[in-house]
């Protein structure tokens, strides 16, 4: 596979979101070369959640104040039952990944993380999966849901849970090796 | 005020529900006179979240597959962001909460409890509030939200966050005071 060189990647996020939902798209986009930012409402260091309790603290890159969808090529946004559940709150944030939506850069969504796409208004028609306790909130958006590992819909790339990680991360990497030769 | 002798509430939960949005009904309720049993999915011990960490461990009292609505007057739902995300996937729990909903016996919910109300297809119409994160699939789901401390409509009592649990708690005992003495 050909590197991802000075592909540049946001992962937006807040405290409490799924540690390996973080940490495993990270480590396969820099080990495929892009480079990989954590973007928060503020900077400092947020908690991620482990499974049944708190687990590491990662360094924010950036604060969402500071950055705009220009400086990136693509958006993950991890899970986590209480990340999304902050995220959808703040405008700033909902803006971001609007934009992101409609920008047609590759946006990755996994878990609870579509929650904050809710927010945008833009899911009309869209094909989408997630962690199965949104499925109605998705589908009374307007999102056509199954459940499936990965659903690509275009720029919109989502997943359900930790155990789909190695489709979801594939997705997203293989979007971005397309859009960066094209 | 008259006691509540002979009245038997429901408060249907899942690990990780807001302490406070529990013990704080439950202590109101029973102060009144009321006769209080927590209900789960399955018997033994459950967690409770306090804010920003896991809080005090309480005892199931019954198992909801051994429970009907018959046995109770009122039901309570109490918060906390990973209870509802539970117990919204679960089928029994869902045709409970929707059977207490068309009974016109008190149903009340508080900050993430209406999240399983959702489930229940049943609030087109419906006059609420909860959590502000909830806003957009309670409006999504038919709902008419507003951002207030208790809004209450027919049967259905909701409230947003622990420091509306003084209302929300008024609210719960006077609908079954009044029902109780008709």
Not at 6 to 30: D, Y
Request: some cysteine.
């Amino acid at each position: 596979m050909e590197k991802l060189l000075n592909v540049r990647v946001a992962i937006l996020t807040e405290e409490g979101f799924e540690e390996v939902e973080l940490t495993s798209p990270k480590e396969a986009l820099e080990k495929a070369g892009a480079r990989v930012e954590i973007i928060s409402t503020k900077t400092g260091k947020i908690k991620a959640w482990d499974k049944t309790n708190w687990g590491i603290e990662i360094k924010v890159d950036k604060a969402l104040a500071d950055v705009k969808i220009e400086d990136y090529d693509a958006l993950v946004l991890p899970g986590g039952v209480m990340n999304p559940d902050k995220l959808r709150l703040n405008k700033d944030a909902v803006k971001f990944a609007g934009d992101f939506l409609m920008s047609g850069k590759p946006l990755a969504a996994i878990c609870h993380g579509p929650q904050t796409l809710i927010e945008t208004g833009m899911l009309e028609g869209r094909k989408m999966t997630s962690f199965p306790s949104l499925k109605t909130d998705l589908t009374n958006a307007g999102a056509k849901w199954a459940d499936k590992e990965m659903v690509q819909d275009d720029n919109l790339i989502t997943s359900r849970k930790p155990a789909d990680l190695p489709a979801f991360n594939k997705a997203l990497i293989g979007a971005l090796t397309l859009q960066h030769h094209q």
